[in-house]
């Protein structure tokens, strides 16, 4: 009877240990691939700004000052939120030596391409993607019609549309201002030119007649 009771006891505790060691130390699909967005100056950069994983990986976005987006684009319009695609939000850093820098992660479901960008500044000259803050996850090699390269250039291109766009704008606003502020000179004068030459060809004029009294008698003279 006590060895079996100390058979039994054994038995448990196998179990038991077995459990333990499960729970410790869990397995894991795949390898976790780190993805820094920003720098400590607040650089518009990913680093690295594109990598290889594979299914069952996780991209682990950590985002550093000033303040950026991790957000899915498309290979066509790499500065423009993919429908229905993943967007961690904005996420402002104010000193990259924090210990708990905010992170964003995605799981990796297969080996298609996952184009991602900052939306900070969206379309405006100051675009984050604009200036090629983005990044991609499984990317054509290069040389190929889908390849990193050519998603970054796509997006500098948009950058410097925008940036066009506003110069332009910027011209145009200042040409009407001063348009409108020569329209208003022009306005002014005219009035006051107009005023003038209305008193100038009045025919009633005052002059003052020093008469042997001078008692200050101010008379009115017509002139011809």
Known sequence: MFFRSLALLSTVAALFSSNLAVSAYPTTSGKVRHVTVGNATGGTIFNPNYINASPGDRVEFTFNPKNHSVTQSSFANPCTHLSNGFDAGFHPVANASSWDLPTFSITVNDTQPVWVYCRQAENTAGSHCGKGMVF????????????????????????????????????????????????????????????????????????????????????????Y
Request: proline share 1%.
């Open 136 to 223: 991609g996850l499984n990317p054509g090699a290069e040389g190929s019609n889908n390849s990193f390269s050519l998603f970054q250039q796509t997006a500098l291109k948009i950058g410097q549309q925008l940036v066009a766009s506003a110069s332009s704008a910027s011209v145009a606003s200042t040409a009407s201002a001063t348009h409108t502020i020569t329209q208003a000179a022009a306005s002014s004068s005219k009035s006051w030119s107009d005023h003038y030459d209305s008193w100038n060809h009045d025919d009633d004029s005052w002059s003052y007649d020093d008469d042997d009294s001078y008692d200050n008698d101010y008379k009115w003279r017509r002139d």
